[in-house]
């Protein structure tokens, strides 16, 4: 077998496996929302997230918002610089990837349907949940 004919042959089994593996209907929960694992690097007294436009990107969110929430949470200062997120001190890995799960659970996901198809409003330092999917408008921590 030629090298290419294997590389197609792994290529379409590749194919396969991905047509398998999803679901069958689009299911309205979490599930949908496929965010990756928080990519963080410390630097002396400072933590990089490498990865960190991709959250908001993916959530739709304002990127100064999710990022103050992350301030907020681990009462630390931090900015945005080329796309990376700057740390102000040196949070150990898991705190934030439970943060962005966190995040999602509170700030993402309507509590009425589960769907993350949602927008969120600030009114008055109120937050608000708007669902995109039931019209449902929640509280949001
Ligand atoms: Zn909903």
Redesign the pocket.
């Known amino acids: 077998m030629s090298k290419q004919k294997q590389s197609e042959e792994a290529y379409n089994t590749l194919l396969a496996r991905i047509r398998q593996a999803r679901p069958e209907s689009s299911g309205q929960s979490e599930d949908r929302l496929k965010l990756p694992a928080p990519q963080t690097m410390v630097s002396g007294k400072k933590t990089f997230w490498l990865n960190f436009m991709e959250f908001p990107n993916l959530l739709r969110r304002d990127p100064i918002d999710y990022l103050n929430y992350f301030r907020s949470q681990l009462a630390i200062n931090a900015s945005i610089e080329n796309g990376r997120a700057i740390f102000m001190g040196r949070p150990d890995k898991q705190s934030f990837a439970a943060l962005v799960q966190r995040y999602v659970k509170e700030r993402v996901i ?1 509590p ?2 589960g ?1 993350p198809d949602t927008r969120l409003e600030k009114n008055k330092q109120v937050l608000t949940l708007l ?1 995109e ?2 019209g ?1 408008r929640s509280a949001a921590k």
């Open positions: 309507c009425v349907c769907s669902c999917a039931c449902a």
